[in-house]
């Protein structure tokens, strides 16, 4: 008898969508369309911090690689307005997607005043749609702030209404304190990334780097590498295909 698991990987393949193991196991031949990821995150350094590694690994094997934005970080220095925090954030966001070689977007929202309306579902289907993404990567909707759960449902219900279109990956940050309850489905060795990972969440300053590591994901890239039996990794859980009375993880 088939698993759960069995089940639901056939059910991605048989949408034809690509799968993030799919991505990582095969390589690319001369001539080979690279795949188009996109990442979401509630605001700089999110993204970097949380899978920054992977979508190093994914640029460095010629994929192409967007960040989207939900908000500039307006609400994330100490001392200094809105302005002048956006202003700040927003160049160490530019600077870290050069140490990824990724694009950067940003959505428009305001840190800490996120909004999930029907307004802000149209503006975040045109974003993420616009950029055809083959796999999508978004916080964990079950995340304690506010602006990474804004951030997970917007992609969420962009997904719903595009279920043919990409596959739906979830990410984590500050496991235990920041994103909660979270069992990965799927994982990637970040061992040669690392660094390359580090060096991009280093550019954001303004956020204290080592804090950021000191918050858990030293700790998380050590673990889930331990859970996958390599010097680093990091987790995913991945959103299935839409089955009969609902969805599930």
């Known amino acids: 008898m088939s698993s759960r698991r069995d089940f639901l990987k056939n059910s991605t393949l048989s949408l ?3 799968s993030l193991p799919s991505l ?7 001539g080979d369309k690279a795949k188009k990821i996109v ?3 509630g605001h700089p350094d999110d993204p970097e911090s949380g899978c920054g590694g992977t979508l190093a690994k994914l640029r460095n094997a010629g994929h192409e690689v967007t960040i989207i934005y939900l908000t500039t ?7 200094k307005t809105h302005d002048e925090a956006a202003a700040i954030r927003k160049q160490e966001a530019i600077n870290a997607c050069k140490v990824l070689d990724a694009k950067p977007v940003f959505a428009g929202q305001i840190d800490g005043d996120t909004i999930f309306n029907n307004e802000w579902l149209a503006k975040m289907q045109k974003l993420i749609t616009g950029e055809k993404p083959d796999l999508v990567f978004s916080q964990w909707p079950l995340d304690s702030h506010q602006d990474h759960q804004v951030g997970s449902l917007l992609t969420i219900q962009t997904w719903i209404r595009n279920p043919h279109q990409f596959s739906l990956y979830f990410y984590e940050v500050c496991t235990g304190e920041q994103t909660l309850i979270f069992h990965p489905t799927d994982y990637v ?16 300053i303004s956020q204290d780097p080592p804090g950021i590591y000191a918050c858990g994901h030293a700790a998380m ?3 889930r590498g331990r859970e996958l039996g390599v010097k680093a990794a990091e987790g995913f859980v991945r959103m ?3 089955l009969q009375g609902g969805m599930g993880f």
């Open 73 to 79: 970080g307006e609400a994330g220095i100490p001392g």
């Open 24 to 30: 990582l196991s095969a390589e690319r031949k001369a």
């Open 221 to 223: 890239e050590d673990f």
């Open 39 to 41: 990442c979401i995150g």
């Open 240 to 242: 299935t295909g839409k």
């Open 16 to 18: 034809g969508l690509v």
């Open 189 to 204: 060795d970040i061992t040669g990334t690392q660094e390359q990972k580090k060096k991009a969440v280093y550019c954001h």
